[in-house]
Nanobody, 117 residues
Framework: QVQLVESGGGLVQPGESLRLSCAASGFTFSNYAMSWYRQTPGKERELVASISSTGGTNYANSVKGRFTISRPNLKNTVYLQMNSLKPEDTAVYYC???????????WGQGIQVTVSS
């Protein structure tokens, strides 16, 4: 059974940091690209950061230089280090796993990140 379990969200003040974790199980983690998406009410889910099975990364322009995605494969976990957080980073963050076939895509349940003073 495939599971993606996010943790590490919460309420922080502008300028602070958070690290999100996504623990994966039930599939061959090293063969999948892993991504973080986020969504706010009334808006479409947007890609925040992704990391390929070989370690290549991609970031949304809005988070470049502030967020870092990583995946130590031996831990079957993907992280999103978020620094210099801004109120506009407030959203529900979702972990995504994308396998070699399009239909091999899985989502976590989502975790709330709130940046507010």
């Amino acid at each position: 059974q495939v599971q993606l379990v996010e943790s590490g969200g919460g309420l922080v003040q502008p300028g602070e940091s958070l690290r999100l974790s996504c623990a994966a199980s039930g599939f061959t983690f090293s063969n999948y690209a892993m991504s973080w998406y986020r969504q706010t009410p009334g808006k479409e889910r947007e890609l925040v950061a992704s990391i390929s099975s070989t370690g290549g990364t991609n970031y949304a322009n809005s988070v470049k230089g502030r967020f870092t995605i990583s995946r130590p494969n031996l831990k079957n976990t993907v992280y999103l280090q978020m620094n210099s957080l801004k109120p506009e980073d407030t959203a529900v963050y979702y972990c995504n796993a994308q396998g070699p076939l399009v239909r091999w895509t899985y989502w976590g349940q989502g975790i709330q990140v709130t940046v507010s003073s």
